[in-house]
């Protein structure tokens, strides 16, 4: 099978960490610098959905259909997003809950025939380290854990570098950690800067992508308002800097796996 040289695994077992976000705000900048993107919401709760513009609950089909379906076609299944025609959706709906439990290569078999359509797809990884997670990291090439530097935030992360490391054993040899992307990180802070050394000492240094996500307000607006952090424009010209900085991080690493 091909290897999914531009799929991408936003991922960690911790709620509310800012794997969404991150999701979204390379969505957003990959858009805002001309790229195509695809957003796979593996998550039931279907928050990138929802955020980018499409209503969960309308759906005929979703990313579920994918993963119980033999040979699902997507083109029926992947919807434009509101906020722009180079980010398309492989929606999420509640029903995906219920297929915690159960195997699947089909996800990746489903993206293997349309990757070449886009610049790079990102898989936005439900709170667990379930199936859904599983199926994410076997449709892979590329592992993006988001970490807040908190003793809380760290605790957990050898979980999600354990399963990272089942996945490449057992059905995916060329899935890779591509990073380690901090969120939520405050300006001054003696804690945080004491947690990114312990996870450097976990990752190694050189995992930890550059520069971290600060906590900002218009995050939140953001989602709240179903707006890409592109369109607040000059509100958010740090945080549009960030993301841009980091897809930029992402094309680097997709284009060295091509190459
Ligand atoms: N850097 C940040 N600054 C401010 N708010 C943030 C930041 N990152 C995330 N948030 C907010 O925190 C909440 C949780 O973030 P998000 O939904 O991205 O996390 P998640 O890991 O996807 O959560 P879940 O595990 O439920 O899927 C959201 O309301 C989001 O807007
Ligand atoms: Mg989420």
Redesign the pocket.
């Known amino acids: 099978m091909v290897s999914m040289q531009r799929t991408l695994a936003v991922l ?1 077992q ?9 999701t979204l705000g390379l969505a957003s900048a990959a858009a805002a610098a001309g790229r195509r993107v695809l957003v796979v919401d593996l ?1 039931p ?1 279907a ?1 990138s959905t929802w955020v980018l513009g499409l209503d969960p609950a309308a759906l005929d089909a979703s990313v579920a259909d994918v993963l119980t379906t033999k040979n699902a076609q997507l083109g029926g299944i992947i919807q434009r997003s509101v906020w722009s025609d180079r980010i398309d959706v492989l929606p999420s709906t509640s029903t995906l809950q219920e297929l915690e439990s159960g195997s699947s290569k089909r996800l990746k078999r489903a993206l293997a025939m349309l990757e070449t359509d886009y610049e790079a797809i990102l898989i ?1 990884c ?2 667990s380290l379930g199936n859904l997670t599983r199926s994410a990291l076997s449709a892979s090439r590329h592992a993006l854990i ?1 970490v807040e530097p908190s003793a809380l935030g760290l605790r957990g992360i050898g979980g999600v570098a354990d399963l990272i490391d089942e996945v490449w054993d057992a059905t995916n040899p060329d899935l890779e950690l591509a990073g380690v992307v901090l ?2 990180v405050p300006a001054v802070s003696r804690e945080a800067e004491r947690r990114s050394d312990e996870l450097a000492q976990i990752v190694g240094r050189s995992a930890i992508w550059s520069p971290p ?5 218009v ?2 607006q ?2 709240g308002e179903r707006r890409s952090i592109h369109s607040f424009g000059s509100r958010a010209a740090e945080p549009i800097a960030v993301f841009d900085s980091l897809w930029r991080r992402v094309r680097g690493t997709i284009r060295s796996a091509q190459s």
Do not use: C, E, L, W
Request: net charge positive; charged share 20%; glycine share 10%.
């Open positions: 960690n911790k709620g509310g960490v800012g794997k969404t976000t991150v998550d709760q928050s936005d439900p709170p988001v969120n939520r996500i600060p906590q900002r307000v995050f939140n953001a989602v």
